[in-house]
């Protein structure tokens, strides 16, 4: 089965930053777009950032407008391993952040919590 396993959120204030680490065991993803979701206060997840997985020399990447600018998705093949960096983060990026294939709708990881203070 696979796994994914989230981790390097924490808290941090207005402006900080954060890197985040998805590590997929179990399975070889990396010919899969992944993507970057977070859960806020209405309890749904909503994608933040995303990489493709065909081009090794060349992944593409898609963000949310709110986070354009600030947030980079990035991966290692040979570490299995999705990144997240966030920097200048803000108040309403707080919540909880999970990985996972794009569009796959089970085997979620627990996610890492991110909060960031005023």
């Known amino acids: 089965q696979v796994q994914l396993v989230e981790s390097g959120g924490g808290l941090v204030q207005a402006g900080g930053s954060l890197r985040l680490s998805c590590e997929i065991h179990?399975?070889?993803?990396?010919?899969?777009?992944m993507a970057w979701y977070r859960q806020g206060p209405s309890k749904q997840r909503e994608e933040v950032a995303a990489?493709?997985?065909?081009?090794?020399?060349?992944?593409?990447?898609t963000y949310r407008d709110s986070v354009k600018g600030r947030f980079t998705i990035s991966r290692d093949s040979a570490k299995n391993t999705v990144y997240l960096q966030m920097n200048n983060l803000k108040p309403e990026d707080t919540g909880v952040y999970y990985c996972?294939?794009?569009?796959?709708?089970?085997?979620w990881g627990q996610g890492t919590q991110v909060t960031v203070s005023s």
């Open positions: 996972n294939a794009k569009g796959r709708r089970d085997g």
């Open positions: 179990g399975g070889i993803f990396r010919h899969i777009v």
């Open positions: 990489i493709g997985g065909s081009d090794p020399s060349n992944f593409a990447t």
